[in-house]
């Protein structure tokens, strides 16, 4: 709320304490999967920056996640066209899909809640993160090939190896498209069968 300062004035909120918007919180958020894209932020960090830029408060909340990256250029670059990408060999690998679907954001994500998120709940993962409309952030924590061997070879103390967990995240995001429906990303790391159940939503 906007108060009167000293003779009557305004008090006026430094830029930094400005109360965000949607539109700025998707602004921000658009930028961070860009420097993803050219290689400057992990899917790791990313996932992490997006969460808090949906979570941000004020405009120096968002400012603050952008400090260490440079600007990208005014030009929107051009969307790539939408078409199924190979999974790849078995094992936990990288993998970025992306749809563009006829009905609404708020759709598209009710129908990740009912569908998407139970299969990958049966393949291990947990939810994590939930912005609703925006995000959905899953992980799953597994032991690594390593430990059977420590446990082996550096008998007994090699049993403490069993508390070692790896773990690996999954994100869904949604957007808005100019004239009508929505895109779904999906990326993370994650082993074969979660990439080519990905990879069939296409179908």
């Not at 790791?44 to 405009?59: M, P, Q, S, V």
């Not at 409309?133 to 007994?156: K, M, N, S, T, Y």
């Amino acid at each position: 709320m906007q108060g009167n300062g000293r003779y009557g004035a305004p008090n006026v909120a430094p830029p930094a304490d400005i109360r965000a918007a949607d539109e700025d919180r998707e602004r921000v958020a658009a930028a961070l999967r860009s420097h993803c894209e050219a290689g400057r932020l992990t899917i790791e960090e990313l996932e992490e920056r997006l969460a808090a830029a949906y979570a941000a408060k004020t405009l120096g909340d968002l400012d603050a996640l952008m400090t260490d990256l440079p600007a990208l250029p005014t030009r929107p670059a051009v969307a790539p066209p939408t078409q199924p990408v190979h999974t790849g060999g078995p094992g936990l690998r990288a993998f970025s899909q992306r749809y563009e679907l006829g009905v609404a954001r708020e759709v598209a994500y009710r129908h990740a809640l009912d569908h998407i998120v139970p299969a990958m709940v049966g393949f291990g993962y947990e939810v994590t993160h939930r912005h609703e409309g925006h995000l959905l952030g899953l992980a799953i924590e597994e032991r690594p090939g390593w430990v059977p061997f420590a446990c082996i070879f550096a008998f007994p103390i090699g049993l403490l190896a069993l508390l070692a967990r790896n773990r690996y995240t999954v994100t869904i995001e949604f957007d808005d498209l100019p004239d009508g429906g929505s895109i779904m990303r999906a990326y993370g790391r994650a082993r074969r069968p979660v990439r080519k159940a990905f990879a069939e939503l296409h179908g």
